[in-house]
């Protein structure tokens, strides 16, 4: 393990990796549907199922890959290799996936299908390794969470110029074949991307193996069985689900609540770049509140701040854009709270579990965290969906008045009870403030006893 503080340049380096691939990340989360349905002709319950199937199969794909990456010893490191030989095939990918065929019908779909698990197993393979690396820069818990803070912020970053960027180009690139334009916009964002991993790799160093790590690597097997004993990934793990299969439903009825509430849907987009934008702000400062009070107390602070402005829009009309434009803000700036501190425990989590079993799976832990993330998040799609339709919500149309009661209530109870549920888990987790300092120390006299 390296010493216990980074430079600067070389956190920037490692973290601007965060900004190539939230440039694949964020273009599949915001425009690949539409893609699908308004550019391509796909109907929407068939671009709806390949989302879906390729997310499983790509959530499914994540610990195993996790398993690939830990087993790796070349005189590269582990996973630096993965960051500069991935990063062209990913690339690659990334161009296929917004390529239409000649085809129609069935085999469009398949096409369509088959691009979108090709780049989710390219997008894997270099994501996976490269957020491992975490736990290997450094064993400082600090460090980790300016660290998650860097990582935040170029996402952020990647957000803003896919959001900026992309109808542009698309425009300019395509003119009246809007498939041509997401092709050629989606080849430039390649380039930028795979431009960045070699810098990634040139400035990122991993530490020399230690004499426990270089003994054996552990099959799949072996991983479960090393993991099953580490309680702070469990803890972690059922907090952070409970946390996002419910406040998922919070993010995805902002569009409807402009849209059907405050009839004023193009207003929708100034909010979502309002509540993107507050994390520039938002995530230095809850860096410096977790370096002060520690992970732990910084996730419940984040759950009570949020279980707050909840109440607030329980208790109020928000019928005005303005207002419920500020709430999401205030929202955003307290929930990346929950995003930074869990992102910052996990790392710590895998020194845990060497302390535990004597066994370091860090790129297991990963992958395996990558798979109940992306499971949670869509677990909270399908969950908002189906509450939606119960409400009686029907599209394009004049919703109800007991419609629109029933779509606030979903924004309030929905993630509070996740919220509470969250909050009461982590009560279990056994990494205080210092507890991980003292689990480092122990850890570096065993392998100098070694």
């Not at 270089?214 to 099953?228: E, I, S």
Request: one cysteine or more.
């Amino acid at each position: 393990m390296t010493g216990h503080r980074l430079s600067t340049a070389k956190k920037i380096g490692f973290t601007l990796g965060d900004y190539a691939s939230n440039l694949y990340w964020q273009s599949v989360s915001i425009f690949l549907l539409f893609f699908y349905t308004d550019a391509v002709g796909l109907p929407a319950a068939t671009a709806g199922l390949i989302y879906m199937i390729a997310s499983i199969v790509d959530a499914l794909a994540d610990p195993v890959m996790g398993s690939i990456a830990d087993r790796t010893r070349t005189r590269y490191g582990r996973y630096r290799p993965y960051i500069l030989f991935g990063c062209v095939p990913l690339g690659l990918s990334f161009v296929l996936l917004y390529w239409r065929p000649p085809f129609d019908g069935v085999a469009l779909a398949v096409w369509m299908m088959a691009s979108h698990i090709i780049f989710r197993f390219a997008y894997t393979a270099v994501t996976i390794p490269y957020t491992s690396l975490n736990a290997r820069l450094t064993d400082s818990s600090d460090e980790r969470s300016t660290i998650a803070g860097y990582r935040m912020i170029f996402g952020v970053l990647a957000a803003f110029t896919i959001i900026y960027f992309t109808y542009p180009m698309v425009g300019r690139l395509g003119g009246s074949d809007a498939t041509i334009g997401f092709t050629w916009a989606a080849a430039v964002f390649a380039l930028v991307a795979t431009a960045i991993y070699p810098l990634v790799y040139r400035i990122t160093r991993e530490p020399e193996e230690s004499a426990s790590e270089g003994q054996g690597a552990l099959d799949l097997a072996g991983h479960w069985r090393a993991l099953a004993p580490n309680r702070a990934f469990w803890v972690l793990i059922l907090a952070t689900v409970a946390a996002f299969v419910c406040t998922t439903a919070l993010g995805k009825s902002v569009l409807y609540y402009f849209k059907y509430t405050l009839k004023d849907e193009a207003a929708s987009r100034t909010a979502l770049i309002g509540m993107s934008a507050i994390g520039l702000v938002a995530i230095p400062a809850w860096v410096w509140i977790t370096k002060y009070i520690g992970k732990r107390n910084a996730w419940f602070s984040g759950i009570l701040l949020s279980l707050i402005m909840l109440a607030i829009f329980a208790t109020n009309a928000f019928d005005s854009v303005l207002a419920m434009t500020v709430w999401l803000i205030f929202w955003g700036a307290f929930s990346l709270g929950l995003a930074l501190t869990f992102w910052s425990m996990l790392p710590d989590t895998v020194e845990y579990g060497e302390w535990a079993t004597g066994k370091r799976t860090e790129s297991f832990i990963f992958g395996l965290f990558q798979l109940f993330l992306k499971t949670a998040l869509g677990v909270g799609a399908g969950l908002f969906g189906w509450l939606l339709d119960r409400s009686g919500y029907v599209a394009n149309a004049e919703q109800s008045p007991e419609t629109l009661a029933g779509m606030k209530d979903i924004m309030i109870w929905l993630p509070g009870a996740g919220l509470v549920i969250a909050g009461l888990v982590m009560l279990l987790y056994p990494i205080r403030k210092g507890t991980h300092e003292r689990i480092v120390e122990e850890l570096a006299e065993r392998r100098n006893r070694q």
